[in-house]
């Protein structure tokens, strides 16, 4: 069973960054898909960013320039780096890992953590 905990979210202010870490269990970021997804109040989960077991990263367009997503294989940790934060930004965002070496849809995410909270301030 793969265990996903989240931390790293806060309260900052518009143009502040933050470091999201998702501590896995062993191996997981090595050999699996791995995401990050935010969901705001009201609005539905979207994904953000993911990185396949070769090191292939994807982002949203909505995200992209300001997000970095990155793993640590040794940790067993996967982290996002969020630059420029915008009041836009403020969602519960979750790591994910999906059983796949390669990245697919966001429907085949099997294993999820309980969230870390960001919040930005205008």
């Known amino acids: 069973q793969v265990q996903l905990v989240e931390s790293g979210g806060g309260s900052v202010e518009t143009g502040g960054s933050l470091r999201l870490s998702c501590a896995a269990s062993r191996y997981t970021t090595s050999w699996y898909c791995m995401g990050w997804f935010r969901q705001a109040p009201g609005k539905e989960r979207e994904g953000v960013a993911s990185?396949?077991?070769?090191?292939?990263?994807t982002y949203a367009n909505s995200v992209k320039g300001r997000f970095t997503i990155s793993r640590d294989n040794a940790k067993n940790t996967l982290y996002l780096q969020i630059n420029s934060l915008k009041p836009e930004d403020t969602a519960m965002y979750y790591c994910?890992?999906?059983?796949?070496?390669?990245?697919?849809?966001?429907?085949?995410?099997?294993?999820w953590g309980q969230g870390t909270q960001v919040t930005v301030s205008s």
């Open positions: 994910a890992a999906m059983n796949s070496d390669r990245c697919r849809g966001a429907k085949d995410y099997s294993y």
């Open positions: 990185i396949d077991r070769y090191g292939t990263e």
